[in-house]
């Protein structure tokens, strides 16, 4: 059984930083690509980041600069590192895998910008 377990949200003011980690088990995370997508209250999901098994990354045009994602395949972990956080990055933040044509996603964790 697939599973994404997102931790590392919480409450920090404009312009801090947070670092999220999605623990994955249940497929083969090495070769997978990973993904982070994002839904603010009200809105749809938006995506914001992956990262191929090689270690190429991409990234939405707004998150660019600010956010790094990795991947420790030892530790089947992805992660986000979220620097200079603006108000408008208020999201619960979720992980992603397609495996095979369905796409498994994590529980997702919070993260508020407010001063």
């Known amino acids: 059984e697939v599973q994404l377990v997102e931790s590392g949200g919480g409450l920090v003011q404009p312009g801090g930083s947070l670092r999220l980690s999605c623990a994955a088990s249940g497929f083969t995370f090495s070769t997978s690509v990973m993904t982070w997508v994002r839904q603010a209250p009200g809105k749809g999901l938006e995506w914001v980041s992956k990262i191929y098994s090689d270690g190429r990354t991409r990234y939405a045009d707004a998150m660019k600069g600010r956010f790094t994602i990795s991947r420790d395949n030892a530790k089947n972990t992805v992660y986000l590192q979220m620097n200079d956080l603006k108000p408008e990055d208020t999201a619960v933040y979720i992980c992603?895998?397609?495996?095979?044509?369905?796409?498994?996603r994590g529980q997702g964790t919070q993260v508020t910008v407010s001063s």
């Open positions: 992603s895998v397609m495996v095979g044509t369905t796409a498994k």
